[in-house]
């Protein structure tokens, strides 16, 4: 059985697009992102986590990232994709080094229906000589999304970046630009579609850009032998997998697969099985009609006890009350 990783990752964690700002700004100005902890809950009901994007349709900007350790500025130019999986607070400017106070009323969810994108204007009174759409990706974190601990601090990505795909980004962002402009019947709905594939497509080109030396989740989807475990660990998560059955089924040895899997994902094949499990559990542990023992049943445990344990130490919580954490 062949598994699309990648996609069963991003269902299980539950990835959802949102287009929340559209912004036309005039030099000069400044919009600083408070950190996502703290707005993750407002601009998304319910998300353990935001990531936070920027797509510039035209003109040129400069985003940063202003806490913790250095970084750079770098500047964004028409077509180009920004990206913060980790929410940390950033400023895009219209010059590099400028700051702002974080608005965090302006990141709150409008109640009424087709409140977004919330259209802005940045600067100055004149003609806007940049147009930025501004939004957030929701996902789980806990307890455990490979995905995430794979992503840098900060992705770009410039036009004609995936030409494996024929320009597909660059499709997405004229889309984006086309929907906040003309706002037709189902327009928010196309935009959260469309924002969710940009991300997707987003990661397979930094997926490629990835060197042969580099290490992490993403790398071991690359990985000949790795990727062909992932995707029978993925494929059949309840089955009873040890090391040797993995490494048999992949045609590789014992201390090979386990010497690999760990140097590239930074976990043992099963205990990253385990783990993987734990999130296909809280997922289901979310619908209200949900018994235990059925999901622990459903992930390869036999035993609720046995199941409980392991989920409480990896959530933090039992089963019975994580639909409620």
Known sequence: MTTDVLSDVLSAVRLTGSVFFDVTAAAPWVAE??????????????????????????????????????????????????????GEPHAVSSAPGMRATPDLDLHRRPEEVGGLPIRLRAGSDGAGDAHVICGFFSCDVRPFNPLMEA???????????????DGLLDQFVLLLARETRHRHPGAQSVLNRLSELMLIEAIRTYMDEL??????????????????????????????????????????????????????????????LTRWRMQLAARRLRDAD?????????VGYESEAAFSRAFKRFSG?????????
């Open 33 to 86: 992102a408070p950190p996502s902890a703290q707005i993750a809950t407002a601009v998304q009901p319910g998300a353990q986590h935001a990531i936070e994007y920027h797509v510039l349709t035209r003109g040129s900007c400069w985003i940063s990232i202003v806490d913790g350790e250095p970084f750079e500025p770098v500047q964004l130019r028409e077509g180009d994709i920004a990206i913060v999986p980790h």
């Open 151 to 165: 992503l840098p601090r900060f992705i770009r990505v410039g036009r004609g970046a995936s030409p494996a795909t």
């Open 211 to 272: 060197g042969p030396g580099q290490t992490g989740w993403l790398s071991g989807l690359r990985d000949p032998l790795v990727g062909r475990a992932l995707s029978l660990l993925h494929g059949e998560p309840a089955r009873a997998w040890t090391l040797d059955d993995l490494a048999g089924a992949c045609g590789a040895s014992r201390s090979a697969l386990a010497a690999r899997f760990a140097q590239l994902t930074g976990h043992a094949p099963i205990h990253y």
């Open 317 to 325: 919580v039992p089963p019975r009350e994580w639909r409620f954490a």
């Open 290 to 298: 949900a018994k235990v023992l059925a999901v622990a049943q459903e």
